[in-house]
């Protein structure tokens, strides 16, 4: 897969992607505003540009970790659609009273992969009782996001406990804000090893997948995708989310390693 960028920080793209046809006007007042998991960044990316280039007013994307994103509509972030990494995030907000509940489903899944640099990876199985300190060296970190915010970490935690090694790798984490800026780590060659998304895994000519960890070893990773109560009666936010869910993205979808319900 060609590589594309990809970036360590939160990201608003506050400038409507390129391809719209409704007047600048127009485009202020109905442009959606999507809060997505970092993960998702390139499929959305271009699954706004198909959207845009329908002749909808594109939609405007900030890409963060799903609890960053959480947080900020917590605190009144104007965000008309939210899409998370993990049901917590998404059962924080609805607890709250911030998304439309009828709006909620989860259309996707991922599979959680173990990385390495592209020049030094070699295969490996997972197992309870895999030694991955071995694969760390003395010094070597293990890169994924903060498991006290962020869903990849938390996924991680879960299957690092599954494998019984999770007190002895804990304090050898590289925990990041997102799963894109662990991504990074070890694709500079600053971590050794990486726990991220298998979608994520595959936008990098710099990491191969060195394992991919036992369903049974932690929650399946799912995205719930809602309108928020601030976008309730839009119809533009109400399409935009029905296309995402629906049957003309799911090749999109598809071509970038997520998974669909059967």
Avoid: C
Wanted: aromatic share 6%; proline share 7%; glycine share 8%.
């Amino acid at each position: 897969m060609r590589r594309r960028h990809l970036s360590a920080l939160p990201m608003l793209a506050g400038a409507v992607l390129a391809g719209a046809v409704a007047p600048p006007a127009a485009r202020a007042q109905d442009a959606v505003t999507v809060f997505a998991a970092a993960s998702l960044t390139d499929a959305l990316r271009e699954l706004g540009q198909q959207w845009a280039s329908r002749g909808n007013p594109a939609p405007r994307f900030s890409f963060a970790a799903s609890s960053a994103l959480a947080r900020q509509i917590e605190q009144g972030a104007p965000a008309d659609l939210f899409m998370s990494a993990d049901e917590a995030w998404a059962n924080h907000l609805q607890q709250r009273n911030l998304l439309v509940n009828a709006s909620r489903s989860s259309p996707l899944g991922n599979s959680l992969v173990l990385i390495a640099p592209a020049d030094i990876a070699r295969p490996i199985a997972l197992a309870r009782g895999t030694d991955l300190t071995a694969l760390l060296g003395p010094r070597g970190r293990l890169a994924t996001g903060d498991p006290a915010h962020v869903p990849v970490g938390r996924y991680a935690q879960g299957a690092l406990t599954w494998m019984g090694v999770w007190d002895d790798l804990s304090p050898r984490l590289a925990r990041t804000e997102n799963v894109r800026a662990a991504l990074l780590l070890v694709e500079r060659g600053e971590a050794p090893l990486g726990i991220v998304y298998s979608t994520d895994a595959a936008a990098s000519r710099g990491v191969r997948v060195i394992a991919t960890f036992p369903a049974e070893s932690h929650e399946p990773v799912t995205y719930p995708f809602a309108m928020t109560r601030r976008a309730e009666g839009n119809a533009q936010a109400s399409a935009l989310l029905a296309f995402l869910k629906g049957a003309e993205a799911a090749p999109t979808w598809q071509r970038f390693g997520f998974t669909l319900p059967r």
